[in-house]
């Protein structure tokens, strides 16, 4: 193989159909001998057949009376002529198998001397066996009178009449053969010279390309005297196809050029970082200078480094499969750490794209972290606010320890001041009872500073339904006091998802607030209900944990429901709301890739309705080296 490898292209197709046209041939010979050998062997088995049936009819009767002279008569007769070639010896038996004539002048051969009364002379047979130095196909045919049989006809038909024929066909063959062997040659090496003869002249424009010479006409006027192009076969076809492919790739590269020229402008003065990673293991394969600057790395230590690695990023985001071209938010508010570990957040835009033998995203990201700060001040200002609406009654929650404490220790006084003993049995309940005040009191004061402190927007896995508890301990009891039930159907079993506890308390903590000031304002308005209630339920949906908060108060008027979550849209009078609670929950919630969606009847109530995809376990992690 190697030896054809290193031919001519010439070389190559002169002797390919010189090959190809000797196999064919020889497999027409070695076909059309196999089928010859078989035709004229059938021939031979089915004239011999013929021919001993022949006798058969003929010497019944002299087998019936044992006529030796007329069954040999017969015998001759029937190697007579062109038969002689082919009928080699004759026996005439009886049914007992005995030899009544034969046509053997020199006796018979070893062969028939014994054996020949185990032969089956019923039936018609042809077996192929050597008599002497002869290879003979041997015919046996009955010889019957009705339905007896009464002796056979056994003839030895020649083998070597067919050999001959097969020789003179083999020599006639080997001489076709020759024949068309010359002319395919001559054909073969005509071919391949016009085949390569333009091919060769073709193979110096490739050169001439290969040079960075894009410009074919000024060659084929100047250097290149051959014009392969000048005729109208599939080569000189070819030739022109090339000659206008190099245009087209000169201005393809020139494009090429251009773009690479823009690429790399925009790639290394974009304001935001931007990153170039491979799709499958996520690794950074190239980053701009504003990315080194932002992240604090050098350039050497991001490449190679996982994405991953930067920032609390899911990978099952990057898995999926984008259009080429087309760029995708894939994250919004993602935590990325720099070198130092202080924490960035960016919105991640990615766009699937065709790199050098790779597939790759490129992922660009734009720094927000002031943004973040100052969403986080305005939910700790709405915070604050809420607080302050509900301080009368967290006040009064927190009064009642501090005035059993007040009330157990004027207690103790009093007894101390007149000399008297207190029972060691009232002390101790009255100890008791004091310092389980004062658990109680630092139980709300320390729900109030975990609630009112200052979120970070990261993510982990909480449970949604102890969000709802803890909400529910610091305003149960002020929301009971306006005649309000508050109910908790809350699955058990319900998935985490991945979020911020302190964020989750605040968006379940406005929507109570909200339904409490409609079921409050249809009180105040309507006076058609008597106990306010308020519903909360949670529950799982396939991949997604819902969250239900359900009341009963004044509802949403049907040209309103496009407007509640806008900014600075609110329904309150003047001085008693901003607008902004909504808007903050909204946006809490997209932060996280939930939704939320409202269904409100006026007058009869409003259910607003949270949806957030459950945690996937092997969601990715920071490594400790950050």
Partial sequence: MKFFNDLTLKNKIFISCLGFTLIVSILIALFTRSLLITSLTNELKTRGVGISQSIADSSRGF????????????????RLGNRKDIALYVLICDKAGRILAHTFTTGLPETFKYGMEKTDHSVESIVQMQVDRHWVFHVTVPVKEGIYTIG??????????????????????????????????????????????PISSLIQYMDQLTKGDFNIEAARNTSLAMEPGAGDDEISVLTNSFINMAAELKASTDKLRESRKKYHSLFQSGPNPIFVIQKPNFEILDANPKATELFGYESDELVGMSLLNLGDLEKHEFSKSYPIGQAIVLSSKVRFFKK??????????????????????????????????????????????????????????????????????????????QNRAVKPADLTM????????????SEIVGRLKTFSRKADFSRDPIDLNQCVKSVHKIIGRQIALQNIDITLCLDNFLPKIMAHN??????????ITNARDAINERVETQMDI???????????????????????????KPGQMDNIFDSFFTTKEMGEGMGLGLPIIQGIIRDYNGTISVESTPLTGTSFKILFPAQIQNHPQRTSQQ
């Fill in 502 to 511: 302190n964020r989750m308390e605040q968006v379940i903590f406005n929507l």
């Fill in 152 to 197: 056979s006809v056994q003839m030895g038909l020649n083998q070597h009449h067919i050999d001959s024929l097969i020789a003179r066909l083999r020599l006639l063959f080997l001489s076709f053969l020759s024949v068309v062997t010359i002319i395919f040659f001559f054909l073969s090496h005509r071919l391949s010279l016009h085949i390569t003869k």
């Fill in 63 to 78: 087998i019936l009376t044992k006529n030796r002279p007329e069954l040999t008569a017969l015998a001759y007769d029937a």
């Fill in 430 to 441: 009255v100890l008791t009872e004091i310092s389980a005040q004062v658990t109680r009191a």
């Fill in 340 to 417: 130092n570990g202080d924490a960035v957040f960016v919105n991640i835009h990615a766009c699937q794209a065709e790199y050098p033998g790779r597939d790759v995203i490129i992922v660009a990201t734009t720094d927000i972290t002031e943004l973040v700060e100052k969403d986080s001040l305005l939910i700790q200002a709405s915070k604050m606010t809420n607080l302050e609406k509900m301080s009368a009654g967290i006040a009064h929650e927190i009064n009642q320890p501090l005035n059993a404490i007040k009330m157990g220790s004027e207690y103790l006084c009093m007894m101390n001041e």
């Fill in 530 to 556: 008597k106990q306010g209630k308020i519903e909360i339920s949670s529950f799982s949906h396939g991949q997604m944990v819902a969250l239900t908060v359900t009341d009963n108060g004044i509802g949403i």
